[in-house]
Nanobody, 122 residues
Framework: QVRLAEFGGRTVQAGGSLRLSCAVSGGTLFRYAMAWFRQAPGKERVYVASITWHGIESYAAFARGRFAVSLGDDKNSVSLEMNNLQPADTGVYYC????????????????WGQGTQVTVSS
């Protein structure tokens, strides 16, 4: 059974940087698109960024220019580099996978990770 596991969440100060990683276990997600979502306290989970099997990146408006998503060399992991973090970026960050980027846009996610907490202090 394929599972996603996120790593790297912690508390950082405003203006700082953080790199999150997501590892796939129990199989491979050959040709899947990978994505990151986040959920702030008391709010709904929202899309952050995604990357296709071919390396095409997409970002939510708030992430563009500050965040960078990348696939691992084995294409069985995905990372999210986050810069100039602000308190509004606080939340649980989830790794996700779907058959293609269209399904990610429609929130038709096939696999979810358990999430990793990111807290940005002011």
């Amino acid at each position: 059974q394929v599972r996603l596991a996120e790593f790297g969440g912690r508390t950082v100060q405003a203006g700082g940087s953080l790199r999150l990683s997501c590892a796939v276990s129990g199989g491979t997600l050959f040709r899947y698109a990978m994505a990151w979502f986040r959920q702030a306290p008391g709010k709904e989970r929202v899309y952050v960024a995604s990357i296709t099997w071919h390396g095409i990146e997409s970002y939510a408006a708030f992430a563009r220019g500050r965040f960078a998503v990348s696939l691992g060399d084995d294409k069985n992991s995905v990372s999210l580099e986050m810069n100039n973090l602000q308190p509004a970026d606080t939340g649980v960050y989830y790794c996700a996978a779907a058959a293609d980027s269209d399904k990610i846009r429609k929130n038709e996610i096939e696999y979810w990770g358990q999430g990793t907490q990111v807290t940005v202090s002011s």
